[in-house]
């Protein structure tokens, strides 16, 4: 027989066993945390007054998971943030107003970046960066996408992240000069390497057929992090093939409109999220999900997902990526459009007749358009 009344043994368990060292730190910065699959507009979510660096914070959890996480900040008209350097890897999306960011090692003079709305900025390992906001009468805010949950729970030492004294020279050094031009290097098909991106909403993609009907995309490397990044245009007309994954991803509108359609397998109908400007989808473990664009051009987004695509973890670089996935139970595994229940597509061009668009998707077999 279990005895119901927690015993003293029990009650110390419950002490000393600690669920996420990244909640209990969220709790401590006395910030929001933001849980779910999907947030409908970053700009709008309501922050915090952010003692440690200044402005407001918000936090999320999104899919489920621990392992990549935003965080979303806001500076004040005429404001700053304090400096700070940390042990996880971050990149910064900005999403409102213009400002500057200051990046250096210990000893170093800065490198100074400026940026706006739609620049994507990478901050490199441990170095110390501190932004600005440009504006002296509006407020800014940017997006950090980082692996900060996955450290803090590594760790569970927050000291340890925000007081470490190395610095990854080998990483990131003042002598660089160009280290933040705006000058991409394509080393092939689909891969790109930069630590700065003017404006993400006009970067070139290259074709993704496997993907779905024209559909592109590139795929990101970026001061050397071990944090993933592709943006993905889903063309006018056109929706992307249903897919599914572990947790992690978080896909983040950065242009046009559409839906999304997110469902586990065996659920009788799938849920229906709307797409504009900076709302952000991160799916649970193995549910499928789905981009519709039904605006006038692309439909872009940036994804914060998987491994680096410069460190392969004993894997080489494969352009097709999840294109090859074949096995149904297999994380990556996606729905071919001549598979997919036809209500989707029937759906989707009522969408469409509504909005005006004629573009149209080849019939299914037919090859990619």
């Known amino acids: 027989m279990t005895n119901s009344v927690p015993t003293q043994h029990e009650a110390q368990f419950n002490d000393w066993y600690v669920e996420s060292s990244y909640q209990e730190f969220v709790r401590r910065e006395d910030a929001p945390l933001y849980e779910g699959s999907a947030l409908e507009d970053l700009r709008a979510l309501e922050l915090a007054d952010w003692d440690r660096r200044g402005g407001k914070v918000a936090y999320t959890r999104l899919g489920d998971h621990e392992t990549y996480a935003l965080q979303i900040i806001e500076i004040p008209p005429g404001g700053s943030l304090k400096p700070e350097h940390h042990m996880y890897d971050a990149i910064m999306l900005a999403i409102a107003g213009r400002g500057i960011s200051n990046v250096w090692q210990t000893g170093e003079e800065p490198h100074t970046v400026e940026w706006q709305e739609g620049?994507?900025?990478?901050?490199?390992?441990?170095?110390?960066?501190?932004?600005?906001?440009?504006?002296?009468?509006?407020?800014?805010?940017?997006?950090?996408?980082?692996?900060?949950?996955?450290?803090?729970?590594?760790?569970?030492?927050?000291?340890?992240?925000?007081?470490?004294?190395?610095?990854?020279?080998?990483?990131?050094?003042?002598?660089?000069?160009?280290?933040?031009?705006?000058?991409?290097?394509?080393?092939?098909?689909?891969?790109?390497?930069?630590?700065?991106?003017?404006?993400?909403?006009?970067?070139?993609?290259?074709?993704?057929?496997?993907?779905?009907?024209?559909?592109?995309?590139?795929?990101?490397?970026?001061?050397?992090?071990?944090?993933?990044?592709?943006?993905?245009?889903?063309?006018?007309?056109?929706?992307?093939?249903?897919?599914?994954?572990?947790?992690?991803?978080h896909v983040i509108v950065v242009g046009g409109e559409g839906y999304e359609l997110l469902y586990f397998e065996g659920e009788p109908e799938p849920r229906r999220m709307p797409l504009r400007s900076y709302g952000v989808v991160a799916p649970k473990r193995n549910e499928f999900h789905q981009h519709f664009n039904t605006g006038k051009g692309s439909l872009r987004q940036l994804a914060l997902r998987g491994t680096s695509t410069r460190y392969g973890l004993g894997k080489r670089y494969d352009p097709l990526g999840a294109a090859q996935v074949t096995d149904p139970s297999a994380p990556g595994y996606k729905i071919a459009y001549e598979r997919e229940d036809p209500r989707i597509r029937e759906t989707y061009y009522r969408e469409l007749e509504k909005a005006g668009i004629d573009l149209r998707l080849p019939p299914v077999g037919q090859g990619p358009g």
């Open 119 to 249: 620049s994507l900025l990478a901050i490199p390992l441990n170095a110390w960066h501190q932004e600005f906001n440009a504006s002296g009468t509006e407020p800014c805010r940017v997006v950090m996408g980082t692996n900060m949950a996955q450290m803090i729970n590594h760790y569970h030492n927050v000291d340890f992240i925000f007081n470490n004294p190395y610095s990854f020279t080998d990483r990131y050094t003042a002598n660089v000069d160009a280290y933040f031009a705006d000058q991409p290097k394509h080393w092939n098909l689909r891969l790109f390497e930069t630590n700065f991106i003017a404006d993400v909403t006009t970067f070139g993609v290259d074709a993704w057929s496997e993907k779905g009907h024209r559909t592109g995309i590139s795929r990101l490397s970026m001061a050397s992090t071990a944090l993933g990044l592709h943006i993905l245009d889903v063309a006018e007309g056109t929706y992307a093939t249903a897919h599914r994954h572990d947790a992690g991803a």
